[in-house]
């Protein structure tokens, strides 16, 4: 199940849950204030590749 990071618009407390894709927006209250007026705030996230570390290293061409 994916993370989801939430705000509430009473208190502004910022919280994440995890929720499956088609209940994400439903049902929310605030852990800090009880308040079911929350919004899903917007979410950066990081990945993290294997290989060369993110360099893209072209192939070597089979020409002469």
């Known amino acids: 199940m994916p993370m ?3 705000e509430c618009q009473e208190c502004g407390d910022k919280f994440e849950l995890r929720r499956g ?3 994400s ?4 209250k605030c852990p800090k204030c009880g308040i079911q007026n929350v919004k899903r705030a917007m979410s ?3 990945s993290s590749g294997g290989g060369s ?3 893209c290293i072209p192939a070597p ?3 002469g």
């Open 53 to 55: 570390g993110g360099v």
């Open 44 to 46: 950066l996230f990081a």
């Open 25 to 28: 927006d439903e049902d929310i």
């Open 21 to 23: 894709f088609s209940d």
């Open 4 to 6: 989801y990071e939430y």
């Open 61 to 63: 061409s089979g020409g």
